[in-house]
């Protein structure tokens, strides 16, 4: 399972409601970019066998089973940088455990 931080979180809420995207039933799917290596989020439903991650009480991200079993053991936090906050992925012994959500 993914360990999403409460700093994430907040950051993906605000994503979500940016993208003017207010239904709380409506999530951001974190995917696998094809090339590149990375990943990508757009708004989207809840699949079956999804994780889903919550935010007072609304979806804020949606993790397809078979990435999210990738992605064991991983934490998603929010880092500030020049460009404003940035999602990143990491293994979660190698973060702060007290920004843990």
Known sequence: MVDVTTRAKETLAQMKESANV????????????????GFGLFPDKQKPGDQIVEYRGAK???????????????????????????L???????QDPDLAG
């Not at 804020?60 to 940035?86: H, N, W, Y």
């Open 22 to 37: 207010s239904d709380p039933d409506i999530g951001l799917r974190l995917e696998a970019e094809t090339s590149g290596g």
């Open 60 to 86: 804020v991200l949606l993790i397809e089973d078979r990435l999210a079993e990738a992605l064991t053991d991983a934490r998603i936090d929010c880092k500030t940088t020049g460009k404003g906050p940035q």
């Open 88 to 94: 990143v992925i990491g293994k979660a012994e190698d």
